[in-house]
């Protein structure tokens, strides 16, 4: 019995010292602080670029500011904001998770107009990720298909970086099938069918692969890919597909929190320090392609510049698509629910 | 207690109205209005469009895997939960408090914690699932893996379950069977099984209802593949949820049926329960 007090008083304790972390909220050095609530990936890129920021609001206003960081699948993110989560800005994968936001009431329409670039301030692109020597040969999106090929990605349904790269395969299978939809359709069926399995964000995939061994080829950010592939030079290669898509990770304000905290005019001058040059070289160097093309040329052996990228206005607008491809009895249930 | 409620007779023991009120603000804050509203989430949907979502067929796959893996893996914590319970109470043996401590790790180790940690295990690369795939086994990212996984944070229902009664059974009981000619068999299934078998139904009940609805320790060594069918009804729910269409009602609904199951199987277990412990009260 003595045990099970003990326990109690432990667990209470711990829920005690948590609620209080929680509730210390708003007190920079300054009283100034924001929140970013950001998907998976770029832990790395602003945990770098917050104290750059950090520095230049300082030499400008003297004032020092927090940042606090909150990272998470992308879906998952935009719902904690809709569900009550402060956050100032909102940085995500894909600007569909930004409109759930907006439609919830929490941002001014007419976000993805406020910064350049449709308020994306870095882009990134769909890869493969495959074992050293890539021994099942893998070249192209149509060697996915193949039988015995084992693919790790992550679930379309809840992973930003899923719904990137669904959209790439088809447009990959529109010039293929030159439009054939039937076609196209059972294509992308072939892809998931070799699907091992299928985590439900883009961290977990990579976990899945890299560290649990599982799978021939991840389909991967080609971010998070460069950054595993600097972990880990002998064990792993990149192989770019001859076409991909040109990934947008959307900014925006969190305009009815922002308001309310004061942050408005911060978190502008936050999201628009990403278009600067200094700012730029930072995305560049976490394995982000910068907006400014002069320093995107800067990291062109970063990155494999000549693949062909289509992008989502092909498809319509993240809507349109969202629409069509992952709502439920869209597209890819269609092809992968038998 | 029951005399305080009827007769409105004052109790010896004070503090009944007190306590009587805490308890139900308490079950009404954290159990009855969370479980309203996700009623009420459910019925947004019209009745043809509610029929219409959880018939789809990934959707009662997932059911039928959720309900398939926790009754397998309730039954093998029932066989080896006697086992464990068992041996902690009749034998004497060096590390038993430890061991007995070590039944409650599964209640305080996250269960993320636990399924990353099983995953990796189990999987083909691991210490372990690297040996059972020799012999044809793939542990995890299959059904048996989800499994393992419910067996894991099942066990310790039925171990505490079970425990206590085994130690108010005295030993002499199976010293009297042996005497009367009985054989070990005879007296474990006439003179034990008889005793603890209420506690199992409970602990059997209590593990079942935690493994249909569990998450964290799941997903990650199920590889949540609707093709191989190991999706769980708790990832189907959060995928609602974590999708751009942020889709409550559905989850709702889908978790309104997966209440309504928890609370049929554990009433059934009930009944049974009753009915056994009357057998052998009488």
């Known amino acids: 019995m003595k045990k099970r007090i003990l326990l109690l008083a432990l667990s209470a304790a711990l829920a005690v010292t948590s609620l209080t972390a929680c509730g210390g909220k708003k007190k920079g050095s300054d009283g100034l602080k924001i929140v970013n609530v950001s998907y998976d990936p770029t832990r790395e890129l602003y945990a770098e670029y917050n104290e750059v920021f950090k520095e230049y609001y300082k030499d400008k206003t003297g004032k020092d500011i927090e940042i606090v960081q909150s990272h998470g699948g992308s879906g998952s993110q935009a719902r904690s904001v809709i569900e009550g989560n402060d956050a100032d800005v909102l940085t995500l994968a894909l600007a569909h998770d930004i409109t759930a936001v907006e439609e919830a009431g929490l941002i001014n329409s007419g976000w993805i107009e406020e910064f350049e670039g449709n308020s994306s301030p870095y882009k990134s692109t769909i890869v493969f990720l495959v074992r050293k020597g890539n021994s099942k040969n893998i070249q192209d999106w149509d060697d996915l298909i193949k039988d015995g090929v084992d693919v790790i990605t992550p679930d379309p349904k809840s992973s930003g970086a899923a719904d990137w790269a669904v959209l790439a395969i088809w447009n990959y299978a529109k010039n293929l099938y030159n439009n054939d939809e039937a076609k196209m359709k059972e294509f992308l069926g072939k892809v998931y069918d070799n699907v091992l399995v299928m985590d439900s964000g883009a961290r977990g995939a990579t976990t899945t692969f890299v560290e649990n061994g599982q799978g021939d080829v991840l389909i991967d950010w080609e971010n998070e890919a460069l950054m595993t592939l600097q972990e880990y030079p002998d064990e792993y290669e990149i192989i770019t597909p001859s076409s991909s898509i040109l990934a947008e990770p959307s900014v925006a304000i969190v305009d009815e929190n922002a308001d309310k905290n004061g942050t408005q005019e911060l978190a502008k001058e936050y999201l628009e320090y990403l278009y600067t040059d200094e700012a730029q070289r930072i995305i560049g160097k976490n394995f982000y392609r910068p907006t400014n093309e002069a320093i995107l040329n800067e990291y062109k052996d970063t990155f494999n510049l000549s693949v062909e990228l289509c992008s989502i206005d092909d498809f319509g607008g993240w809507d349109k698509a969202y629409d069509d491809f992952f709502a439920d009895g869209g597209i890819f249930d269609q092809v992968y629910q038998k | ?282």
Not at chain 2, 105 to 110: G, K, R, S
């Open chain 2, 1 to 282: 207690m029951k005399m305080a409620v009827f007769k409105r007779q004052k109790s010896i023991i004070p503090g009944f109205g007190l306590t009587m009120g805490i308890t139900v603000a308490m079950l009404s804050l954290i159990i009855l209005i969370p479980l309203a509203s996700v009623l009420a989430y459910s019925f947004k949907l019209s009745p043809s469009e509610f029929v219409e979502l959880i018939t789809r067929p990934y959707v009662l796959q997932a059911f039928k895997t959720s309900i398939l893996c926790s009754l397998i893996a309730a039954l093998i914590n029932c066989v080896f939960g006697v086992i464990l319970a068992w041996i902690l109470v009749r034998y004497n043996f060096p590390g038993k408090r430890l061991m007995d401590g070590m039944i409650e790790l599964p209640f305080a180790l996250p269960t993320a914690v636990a399924g990353i940690t099983l995953t990796k295990m189990y999987s083909n690369t691991g210490f372990i699932g690297r040996a059972l795939e020799k012999i044809g086994i793939k542990a995890a990212y299959s059904k048996m893996g989800i499994i393992i996984a419910m067996v894991f944070i099942g066990i310790p229902f039925v171990v505490r379950a079970i425990q206590p009664v085994l130690e108010k059974l005295p030993s002499t009981c199976e010293d009297a069977a042996y005497m009367l000619g009985a054989s070990r068999f005879v007296t474990f299934r006439k003179v034990i099984f008889p005793e603890i078998r209420p506690a199992l139904l409970t602990g059997f009940g209590l593990a079942l209802a935690r493994g249909i609805g569990e998450y964290g320790s799941v997903i990650y060594i199920s590889g949540n593949s609707q093709k191989n069918g190991t999706q769980v009804v708790s990832y189907i729910i959060m995928q609602k949820l974590n999708s751009g269409s942020v889709d409550y009602e559905g989850a709702a609904a889908i978790a309104l049926i997966l209440l309504i199951i928890s609370f049929v199987m554990l009433f059934i277990i009930n009944i049974l329960q009753h009915i056994a412990s009357k057998r052998t009260n009488s």
